[in-house]
């Protein structure tokens, strides 16, 4: 008995992802104090069809920034009725050369569908081996991102490219690489980094200025 009752909470951990639905559906009560993993149900009597949508991602994202990149996230805080539903997805607008830096999603798996345009895709896998897979991907083709790992996606193309990711979390989160570890606030101090990354200080130092001030305008 004692051994199939270690299986069965050792299943329960593998498949642990976000919090299952107990009824047809919790909408996410944004403005209850109750802190919990998500979000408290709202009173299913006054739930609407307005719980369940969003308009908008036919709308291309301004990607007139120094990435050329724009991700327009459709996650629980855009529609309260994913909460508890572990699904989640992004529009991802690419201006030609624009890139989504490398990233990850510590809560989610990513599913990539390349809608128009041409995009340099990869992921790296954890250490010791950092093995870097990639693919050139073209409109209709799928990729797959495991959940956690640092991954991104370049227009090698001269047009615009637009991607629809599929994230299997209701609030997936994202830490884009560069900003977390030069743009943190406060700062990582430079040693530490300079020992890291095998650089000069001064090279630290101008990094965490052009992320920090990114990062805190």
């Known amino acids: 008995m004692l051994i199939v009752v270690l299986l069965a909470m050792a299943s329960s ?36 069809a307005e719980d369940f949508f969003f308009s908008g991602l036919n709308k291309p994202g301004n990607t007139d920034n120094r990435l050329g990149s724009n991700v327009t996230a459709v996650n629980v805080n855009k529609i309260a009725g994913l909460n508890t539903l572990g699904i989640s997805l992004a529009r991802i607008d690419f201006a030609p050369y624009g890139l989504n830096p490398p990233h990850t999603h510590p809560r ?6 390349v809608i128009e345009g041409t995009l340099l895709v990869g992921f790296v896998t954890s250490n010791p081996k950092n093995r870097l897979i990639f693919k050139v991907l073209n409109a209709g083709d799928v990729f797959v991102f495991p959940e956690g790992l640092i991954h991104f996606q370049f227009n090698r193309g001269h047009k615009n490219a637009v991607a629809i990711a599929g994230l299997s979390s209701q609030n997936p989160g994202v830490i884009t690489v560069a900003n977390a570890v030069f743009g943190s606030n406060p700062k990582i101090d430079d040693g530490i980094l300079a020992k890291a990354f095998q650089v000069d200080k001064k090279v630290i130092d101008y990094l965490q200025s052009q992320f920090w001030m990114d990062n805190n305008n």
């Not at 992802?17 to 408290?40: E, H, M, T, Y």
């Not at 989610?108 to 569908?113: G, S, Y």
């Open 13 to 48: 951990v593998v498949l642990a992802s976000d919090p299952s639905p107990l009824q047809d559906f919790c909408i996410a009560d944004k403005a209850s104090p109750v802190l919990v993993n998500g979000f408290v149900c709202k009173n299913p009597m006054d739930v609407n």
């Open 108 to 113: 989610a798996t990513e599913v990539l569908t």
